[in-house]
């Protein structure tokens, strides 16, 4: 395993596959990045990112931006960020990710609920944060459990999302906010706090969780996000000032401030235009 690398200043358009991956390193950085495009000649049997780590100890993931990262031609996954196999002690922060096929962040791993060789190899997943971060438009609105901001497969246990913002396109009905797309085994001890998710249209939105255990929602805001359709959290461990009016979540005594953090990202991104090519 190398140590100490830094991964820094990159830019990357057009690429066929995965746009950057750093493996297998311990006390590594990866900054200031930039990603569009990732997968432009994505194949059936490939899975493919925009900016990912894989099997890495003690990571600063931070500054980088990812866009428009494709599943064409049969190819999976499409997020613009990953979080792979084994990592550990990862920080993820102040990473923009818009605009991606496959949904803003993956998070996965090898583990399942028997641990297998390359685990005991390589080690564990966990112990990683991912906060205050931006997720815009991300999602397929053919395929609508492709997430808006978070995607989990196995066993990704004891992770912090903390004061990420995630703004949801208004063309995609009944998004995925946060998908367990593996039913091979469940992950635990999650915890989701102090997030924003907001949605500009009204189509609805869902956390398709069902493989997820002992994970805990504190003190996030859901403004305009419908039930409608959704599982999403029981009304009993949302924190004591959520409110449940009607078909809609939200704390009143942020409302303010979330429709002036929704009007001011929409300013900042108004440049950027979405979709797909077909």
């Not at 990262?69 to 049969?74: A, F, I, P």
């Not at 966990?126 to 497969?153: C, Q």
């Not at 913002?165 to 009944?174: F, G, K, M």
């Not at 305009?224 to 599982?231: A, D, E, L, T, W």
């Amino acid at each position: 395993m190398s140590d100490h690398l830094c991964c820094d200043g990159n830019y990357l358009e057009c690429i066929g596959g995965d746009g950057l991956v750093l493996s297998s390193a311990s006390n590594v950085r990866v900054s200031k990045n930039i990603c569009y495009f990732a997968s432009y000649l994505g194949r059936k049997g490939y899975w493919n990112a925009g900016i990912w780590v894989y099997n890495v100890k003690g990571c600063r993931f931070e500054n980088n931006e990812c866009g428009y990262t494709y599943r064409l031609n049969g190819a999976e996954d499409g997020q613009g960020f990953d979080l792979d196999n084994c990592c550990e002690d990862v920080y993820f922060v102040n990473n923009l990710a818009h605009h991606n096929q496959g949904g803003g962040l993956l998070c996965c791993n090898l583990a399942t609920s028997v641990p297998n060789e390359k685990e005991k190899q390589q080690g564990r997943w966990g112990n990683n944060w991912v906060y205050r971060n931006l997720f815009y438009h991300n999602g397929d609105k053919k395929e609508p459990t492709r997430s808006a901001m978070l995607t989990i497969a196995r066993q990704t246990n004891c992770a912090i999302y903390r004061n990420n913002l995630v703004l949801l396109s208004p063309e995609i009905v009944n998004q995925s906010i946060v998908h367990t797309e593996d039913e091979s085994t469940f992950c635990y001890f999650n915890r989701f706090e102090r997030n924003l998710f907001l949605s500009e249209g009204d189509n609805g939105a869902r956390f398709s969780m069902k493989m997820m255990k002992d994970s805990s929602f504190r003190n996030n805001a859901f403004f305009h996000v419908k039930k409608k359709g959704s599982k999403p959290i029981e009304l009993e461990k949302m924190p004591p000032v959520m409110s449940f009016d009607e078909d809609i979540f939200a704390i009143p005594s942020l409302s303010k401030r979330i429709q002036f953090a929704f009007a001011r990202a929409k300013r900042a991104f108004s440049f950027m235009k979405g979709g797909f090519k077909s």
